[in-house]
Structure formats: C-alpha cells, structure tokens
C-alpha cells in the first residue's frame, strides 16, 4: 500500500463560521460539503487538504487540533492574515530548526502553523 495524501480533520463548532475562517481569513477553497444541514466539509490549498467536522458529539474536542504547513514563503502571508485579523499564538520568527514560521489558532482554538525554511 502507498500514502498518497492526507488531511487533518478538525472537529468545529459552527461549520459555516469555519469554512468563512479558513476561506476568507487563510485562502483556502471549499472542495466539497457533506449533508443537509451541512456537517463536514474538506478544502484545499495548494496540496495542503484540511477536512472540518461539525457535529453535537464532537463538542467534547474543540479546538484540540492541530497542523503545520510548510510553505514557500511567510512573511507577506503573516502580514496579509494579521491585517485581517488572525488570533497569533506564535509570531513569525526564526528558529534554531532551520524554519521560519508563526502559528494562529481557528474561531474553535485549533492550531494553524505556517512555516518556510530558512535560506541555507
């Protein structure tokens, strides 16, 4: 068996909050919604997928997950989404491990980290 890809599911209270966050706030685009009222939803970045689920029996969870995106480059991204209002849990910085990076959380307090590597 081969991997192919994989998305972080994230457990959201209001499903209709998130996808406006994570679409209007981070520049994702909506792939798919399941359900009617809608439940879960998957959108995409680039080949980042981030799957959101919205159900009563996942109130328990909220806001305990989290990723890390690797990406090209950060610095105009952390300016774009601090202009618009994203909740920095860890500015942009340099580190020791070779990445340059910063870290926002979603309207439920699932972490977003957005990193880019340092230049050798």
């Known amino acids: 068996m081969q991997s192919t890809s994989a998305a972080a599911v994230f457990q959201v209270s209001d499903l209709e909050r998130s996808l ?51 990406c090209d480059v950060v610095d105009s991204f952390y300016r774009d989404v601090t202009h618009r209002g994203a909740t920095v849990t860890s500015p942009l910085d340099s580190h020791d491990y070779g990445m340059r990076d910063f870290q926002i959380k979603d309207p439920d307090g699932n972490l977003i980290g957005f990193g880019a590597p340092l230049a050798p």
């Open 20 to 70: 406006a966050f994570y679409t209007e706030m981070l520049g994702f685009v909506k792939d798919f919604v399941v359900g009617t009222p809608p439940f879960y939803a998957g959108l995409k970045r680039g080949a980042v997928e981030l799957h959101l689920c919205s159900s009563s029996q996942n109130a328990g969870r909220l806001g305990q997950g989290s990723v890390y995106l690797f």
